[in-house]
C-alpha cells in the first residue's frame, strides 16, 4: 500500500508565491509517475502537473506552465509544486497523486493513489 501526503497549503495574497510538498509512503517502487491536481469548490479536479520517476520528465496543465514548477526528490519519494504570481483563480484544494505506470498521465481516474489534499487560499 501507499500512503501519499501533501502540505503547505496556505493563504496567500494574489502575485506571492507558495511550494506544495507531497510525500508517497510505503511500496515506492509503486509510484514511478506523480502528479498534482486541483479542485475548486463546484468544479471537477483538474490536472495541473506531472513528474516521472526516472528521466524525470515533466507535463503541465497548458495554462498553468508558465507559473507552475513541478520537481522530484526520488531519494525520499517526495514530489513539490512551486506555484508563483498566484491568482484568485488559482485557490483550491491541491490534491497529490501517484501510480506505477510510468506514462504522464492527465486524468484523474488513471491514478490509483490519492492524498488527502491542501488548501490553497488566494486573496485579491
Known amino acids: 500500500q501507499v500512503q501519499v501526503v501533501e502540505s503547505g497549503g496556505d493563504l496567500v495574497q494574489a502575485g506571492g508565491s507558495l511550494r506544495l510538498s507531497c510525500v508517497a509512503n510505503?511500496?515506492?517502487?509503486?509510484?514511478?509517475?506523480m502528479a498534482w491536481f486541483r479542485q475548486a469548490p463546484g468544479k471537477d479536479r483538474e490536472f495541473v502537473a506531472a513528474v516521472s520517476r526516472g528521466l524525470g520528465d515533466t507535463k503541465y496543465a497548458d495554462s498553468l506552465y508558465t507559473r507552475f514548477t513541478i520537481s522530484r526528490d526520488v531519494d525520499k519519494n517526495r514530489i513539490y509544486l512551486q506555484m508563483y504570481d498566484l491568482k484568485p483563480e488559482d485557490t483550491a484544494r491541491y490534491y497529490c497523486a501517484a501510480d506505477p505506470k510510468s506514462a504522464l498521465m492527465t486524468t484523474t481516474g488513471e491514478y490509483t493513489y490519492w492524498g488527502q489534499g491542501t488548501q490553497v487560499t488566494v486573496s485579491s
Open positions: 510505503g511500496r515506492t517502487f509503486a509510484t514511478d509517475v
